[in-house]
T-cell receptor
């Protein structure tokens, strides 16, 4: 069964500093990987996804993530954060198998950007 | 505009009083799913539906029912709610298979007293 680990429950960072949110996954088969963002009182929005091909994936709002198969990781990065990036970020994995290609989420990382 | 609409957005109710949370989408997506979000646990899938009249259990289905009589609607039913079902609930839809992203509603916050 697939699983996702987000080791950091909270990440405080100053505005304009770089940030990395860590995500590791476990699966016995090939996977699709996603990062979603949740702003207060809203649903989740897709930031970016990795399906195949280039391991560096660029998303919206200046975010990017790198797929590392050997380390089973999919860390999210942004070189310079803004106050408006304050939100909760979820890493998710979908296996290429039956069962509706279930999406399994990590427990989330709260990014707090401070002045 | 592509939308997933949940109602109600907020509900406070009492143990044992049946309730339904509606979910409607205008994207003609075949796949729909319900999740609950709890602090420290992320999102966990309750039920999903691959198409009309096709539903299946997710990871935490106990105490919930769903139906999919038409493509656009996927209501979540709590026949006899209990306090441990107090949570934030999300409906999501998806076009095609698991390589496609899911589109989420704005959530329904349920409090069961």
């Amino acid at each position: 069964a697939q699983s996702v680990t987000q080791l950091d429950s909270q990440v405080p960072v100053f505005e304009e500093a770089p940030v990395e949110l860590r995500c590791n996954y476990s699966s016995s088969v090939s996977v699709y990987l996603f990062w979603y963002v949740q702003y207060p009182n809203q649903g989740l929005q897709l930031l970016l996804k990795y399906l195949s091909g280039s391991t560096l994936v660029k998303g919206i709002n200046g975010f990017e993530a790198e797929f590392n198969k050997s380390q089973t990781s999919f860390h999210l990065r942004k070189p310079s954060v803004h106050i408006s990036d304050t939100a909760e970020y979820f890493c998710a994995v979908s296996e290429l198998t039956g069962g509706g290609n279930k999406l399994t989420f990590g427990t989330g990382t709260q990014l707090k950007v401070e002045l | 505009e592509a939308q997933v609409t949940q109602n109600p957005r907020y509900l406070i109710t009492v143990t044992g009083k049946k309730l339904t949370v509606t979910c409607s989408q205008n994207m003609n997506h075949e796949y729909m799913s319900w999740y609950r979000q709890d602090p420290g646990l992320g999102l966990r899938q309750i039920y999903y539906s691959m198409n009309v009249e096709v539903t299946d259990k997710g990871d935490v289905p106990e105490g919930y029912k769903v139906s999919r009589k038409e493509k656009r609607n996927f209501p979540l039913i709590l026949e006899s709610p209990s306090p441990n079902q107090t949570s934030l609930y999300f409906c999501a839809t998806r076009q095609g298979q698991g390589n496609q992203p899911q589109h989420f509603g704005d959530g329904t916050r349920l409090s069961i007293l």
